[in-house]
């Protein structure tokens, strides 16, 4: 599985921790999250963020066995990870694993400790799966599952019996898309755009199902978050052959001011994977 994106998932992570320890601590997580989204410098991102891996691990490490009241600390610790493995490891392909497989056990301890009937559904079938999800209205917890779980896809993508899980990660975020098409600022539809874009229609893949999904992340974010229209570029214009449409979108991405509210860190690093997308096409297309 190629890359995803996570770092919308930062500000969420940050804020996840709110609970830990009183309204004091909830403004600063909060406030750091906004800090950390409307970051120019990716790099300084990068060279603080592990000290709140940190802390979180500690904090985890602390905790009463089986209090519930621990989940949104797991949530937010893997989350947090996901997004580091996936934006920040520097092609470190080892590291990536270590962290993104972290997330996904933290997600799954915290989906045990809040949802029982979920937790006993990870390891069924796809069928048994999908229909216990389609019951649960847990948006935020649904979301935090799929966002570790793909990130845990990506950097296993050479397990197939991991990426034999792809459907119930599909359907994970088709239910999060049904119960707020706007959760998260359109990212689940990013999600859903790679997933169908993976492979030619010829193959199984859905690329105009995935451009749609693409398409409609741009809308909810009102264009703001350059990293879809990267995305759109790199997974549906390459898998089609489109290279009119390639280039199109990632110079539109070069050109546009980065900064906006919530996305200026995500069109930072969109603007730098474009630069790099638009290069390489010349020799892919």
Same mark, same amino acid.
């Given at each position: ?15 996840? $921790? ?6 004091? +601590? ?17 790099? +300084? ?38 997004? !580091?493995?996936?934006?920040?490891? @520097? ?14 056990? !933290?997600?799954?301890?915290?989906? $045990? ?5 979920? $937790? ?18 847990? +948006?935020?917890?649904? !979301? ?38 706007? #959760? ?28 749609? !999904? ?19 570029? @790199? ?7 489109? @290279?009119?449409? #390639? ?16 996305? +200026? ?21």
């Amino acid at each position: 599985m190629k890359k995803i994106a996570l770092v919308l998932l930062v500000a969420v992570a940050l804020s996840g $921790c709110a609970s830990i320890v009183g309204k004091a +601590t909830d403004s600063f997580a909060k406030n750091l999250g906004n800090a950390v989204l409307n970051s120019e410098d990716p790099a +300084t991102v990068r060279d603080g963020l592990p000290a709140y891996l940190l802390l979180l691990d500690g904090l985890i490490a602390g905790q009463e066995p089986g209090d519930k009241s621990n989940a949104g600390v797991l949530l937010a610790a893997a989350q947090l990870n996901g997004a !580091y493995a996936g934006n920040f490891t @520097q092609g470190d392909a080892v590291r990536a694993k270590r962290l993104s497989n972290k997330s996904l056990d !933290y997600a799954r301890a915290a989906v $045990c400790l809040s949802d029982s009937e979920l $937790c006993l559904a990870l390891d069924k079938d796809i069928d048994a799966f999908i229909a216990v999800v389609n019951k649960d209205e847990n +948006t935020a917890l649904l !979301y935090a599952l799929a966002s570790s779980w793909a990130g845990f896809l990506q950097s296993n993508s050479e397990d197939w019996g991991a990426i034999a899980d792809l459907p119930k990660v599909d359907a994970l975020l088709m239910r999060v898309v049904a119960l707020d098409a706007n #959760h998260e600022r359109g990212l689940p539809y990013v999600y859903l755009g790679v997933i169908n874009s993976l492979r030619p229609e010829a193959l199984g893949g859905k690329p105009e199902v995935g451009r749609a !999904y693409f398409e409609k992340a741009i809308s909810i974010s009102e264009g703001k978050n350059l990293y879809a229209k990267t995305a759109l570029a @790199q997974y549906y214009a390459r898998l089609v052959f489109n @290279q009119e449409l #390639h280039d199109q979108l990632l110079n539109e991405v070069i050109n546009a001011n980065p900064k906006a509210n919530g996305y +200026t860190l995500i069109n930072t690093l969109a603007q730098d994977q474009a630069k790099q997308l638009l290069a390489s096409g010349k020799d892919y297309f």
